[in-house]
């Protein structure tokens, strides 16, 4: 299929444009534009840690392997390299030439040095000299030194300074933790006065070296490979794990960011130390570090300049039964976050941990944060008698620390913990309450698209499945069983695992719709997802299409399908909604010829989820709960103001209203989530 896929990433350099577009949109409130402008950069940043660092590795291996696409590493990187730029060039001119100055008229000011008043600047002088002083160290560049190592993502200041001894380099690392990067300033009430901590730190770089005199000075942002790698069996995973975190502060330079004035000599002399090509840098001007502004988005307490507050729904079920347990044996219970608190999970295994007839609990835990309270809970059930066993995945990237010191302290208290199978990352998300009730043994279940992270609970747009029926309490005793003990089931009642099943579970179902299609029975799919990249499943889809099949598709993120090409995709429309909530949920809807399954998932489409991830998919049973699910799909494509239609060269377009009210499917869900939880208008036809 030449020409039949898009190259993965300039799809996700596209969907970050999303990202940047949302910065751009006077419709959203001034603050969020300045948190999506930091949401931008932080996206760009791992982007460049993980994905071009992986393309240059392929290059420096001399892999020349061109991809679905057609396109070769080298060439992706180049184009990579052209749209990166043109985007943070985009970022820095509507930063300065628009935020900036309505950040001004709103009283939010970024003051630089020589706008600092008399007052102003003996409280800095004062910060510096008690706060930051003492956490400096100015490393020398001249030829008796080696050049010194600068760590992944940090600013520095690169200053040239003039001694009696002759004139020689500085380069001082801006501390990262426990110091604000947006030092805030006294001034008259009302007025929100700020200077970025790098200018701080430029005026008193005389006092930082001794009355020398500092001919200039200049910020850089190294980026490095992220990249963990581990060496040694699995029984040394832990350790092998947190030797890679170590090392991953040491990876090779992929990106150098720099203020625009920055002298060519410097530039040549960094560009040589890290070994970077031209299109490795990326100038800036009056800011560097984009995603720094999630702080000032913090320090600023203006709530008519963010988003009004959506204060999450209680669970209907869990509210007028007597407890939880009661009101999961009575029905399924389905919860959609952040429009359902994430507390009716944390509840559920707060209870489980204190619950006297609770005998087991087994879950899995992907991302941990650093106070986790479900990761609490745990140790609670241990030190109350309770037999815990938990699945803690090391290898989640950039929580790794986290993962390790609740591993860590669970095992300390007595807690079974494993850290998943060799060569893969655990990435499904299930908990396991065995209860002796009144009746006998029953297993309480929690099946989820989301982690058990209570922060990113507020945030991702997820759902989740509570259950007691025993055809599910069976899957979940043989899934702990395989992901603890290592004996893997002949079968499971309801779960498709990855790696195994799910790639072929899913290709099925899409099959079954192309045959409904071709014997004129309803045929129908909608799939929810981050990234749809699966090469074999986008080949279903398409034969599915030219079947007859109408098929719509909700990606967040990459998509490397094309859609509405004629002959090849032409009954297949993909949109993308980029809110205030990051959209996490995998859904999917086949028609079936009138008997609808909808399957949620941990798993994007994507080879890395289907081959390398212990994934999991489950079905939603109850048929109230599938037409929650349907109206939520429902909403979600006839959205008309947060949507883009992805088109068939991987751009995209927003959707305009057609001549009806507009429609903003995340306020309208959080809206109709009311008593009985679910959105109570359309009907998953909408198209």
Known sequence: MDGAFVNRELSWLEFNRRVLEEAQDTSVPLLERVKFLAIFSA???????????????????????????????????????????????AQHRYFLEEIRPLLGAEGVVLLRPEEAGEEQRRFLAEYFHRTLRPQLTPLAVDPGQPFPYLGNLSLCLVARIRARSGPWLSVIPIPSQGVPRFVALPGPIGRHAFMLLKDVLRLHLPALHDGDHVLSSHVIRITRDATLLTRGGPEDLLASIERGVHARRLGTAVRLQHDADLPREILTTLRAELMLSPEDVYESEGFTAFSDLFQLYAAVDLPRLKDREHPPRPVPAFERAADVWSAIRARDVLVHHPYHAFHAVTHFVREAAVDPAVRAIKMTLYRVSAASPIAHALRTAVENGKEVAVLVELQARFDEEANIRWARTLEEVGAHVVYGRAGFKTHGKACLVVRQDADGLRRYCHLATGNYNARTGGVYGDLGLFTSRDSFGEDLSALFDFLIGGTRPQAFHHLLLAPGDLREGLAARIRREADHARAGRPARIIAKMNSLVDRRLIEELYAASEAGVRIDLIVRGICCLRPEVPGLSSRIRVISIVDRYLEHARISYFENGGDAEYLLASADWMPRNLDRRVEIAFPVLDPDLKAQIGRILAIQLADTVKARRILSDGSSVRIEADGDASLRSQER?????GREGAPQDLSVSAR
Do not use: W
């Not at 057609?70 to 184009?79: H, I, M, Q, R, V």
């Not at 869900?669 to 989530?673: Q, S």
């Open 669 to 673: 869900l959080y809206e109709a989530t």
């Open 43 to 89: 996206n760009l940043d791992e982007f460049f840690m993980v994905r071009v660092a992986r393309l240059k590795r392929r290059i420096c291996a001399g892999d020349q392997t061109a991809g679905p696409d057609g396109l070769t590493p080298a060439e992706t990187t180049s184009e990579v390299a052209a749209r990166a730029h043109a985007l943070v060039n």
